[in-house]
């Protein structure tokens, strides 16, 4: 396969992946490619503090305010929780999108709707 090849693939998903995992992975570089412009920019994804509940959105079109601003539950409807895949998590996602199954991971992601404050529900 060559990046041609993979230029004209769908896209199954769009994630952070850290640095490490080109290094221990055994994947194969095929080269590079130019950025399709509706990938220029990174995809809108929500971020639930841990401490209290709060649900923001986090993209960097929000780079005033550390990348973050206020949301409500229902503007979460459909996004991903921000994050950073580790190798094994990534090799899991992409065997559940290939077999039509839910990731796991990403159900620990989920919104915890109980601890959502009333004024963002």
Known sequence: ??????????????????????????????????????FETTALRFKQDIGIGRLSFYHESFSATHFEKETTLAECAGLENVAVWELNHVMDRLVAHFRGEQCKWLLTLAINQSRVPEDQK
């Open 1 to 38: 396969m060559n990046p041609a090849d993979v230029d004209a693939l769908s896209v199954a998903f769009r994630i952070f992946v850290h640095k490490s995992v080109p290094k221990e992975s055994d994947w194969q570089l095929l080269g590079n490619s130019v950025v399709r412009p509706e």
